[in-house]
């Protein structure tokens, strides 16, 4: 599975954390996010990975800045793009059954490795459910057609 990578300055050393642990478990993994420590703005990379998950360069997403919540806010307005902030597993594994969401994103000042690590996990290895849930997420890309 190809999974694509954006990050801030905020969120550097956690996205090259979490670029190797994906990498050794065998996932390709494809940067684009600043390495740079440099002040920059989240917009630009949550856009960038949205525009790879769209464009289906990448199968799934993940964006990192000191929240979450700015480059996730960026992501979504991407059209195609589900995506959701996770500060542990149980919301993360709930996006991919219920919402099928395409994108996760997390605040590198927000939680540390460790559990990025294991929602990271939780989120991509729970397949979506289908059924109902399909009705309301069409529901939900009805609202970005109109
Ligand atoms: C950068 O200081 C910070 O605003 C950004 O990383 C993020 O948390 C925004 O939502």
Same mark, same amino acid.
């Given at each position: 599975m190809k999974i694509g990578i954006g990050n801030d300055h905020s969120a550097v050393e956690m996205k090259n954390e979490i670029m190797e642990y994906l990498t050794e478990k065998g996932y390709e993994v494809v940067n684009y996010g600043t390495? &740079? &420590?440099?002040s920059c703005d989240y917009p630009i990379y949550g856009e960038k990975v949205a525009n790879a998950v769209a464009a289906k360069e990448v199968d799934l997403g993940i964006a990192i800045c000191g929240t979450g919540v700015g480059i996730s806010l960026a992501a979504n307005k991407v059209k195609g793009i589900r995506c959701v902030v996770c500060s542990e597993p149980y919301s993360a594994k709930m996006s991919r059954l219920? @919402? @099928?969401? @395409?994108m996760l994103a997390f605040g590198a000042r927000v939680i540390g490795p460790e559990l990025a690590k294991l929602i990271v996990d939780t989120w991509l290895e729970t397949e979506f459910e289908g059924g109902r849930h399909q009705r309301r997420v069409d529901m939900i890309m009805d609202i970005e057609a109109k």
């Open positions: 390495d &740079s &420590s440099e219920h @919402n @099928n969401a @395409n």
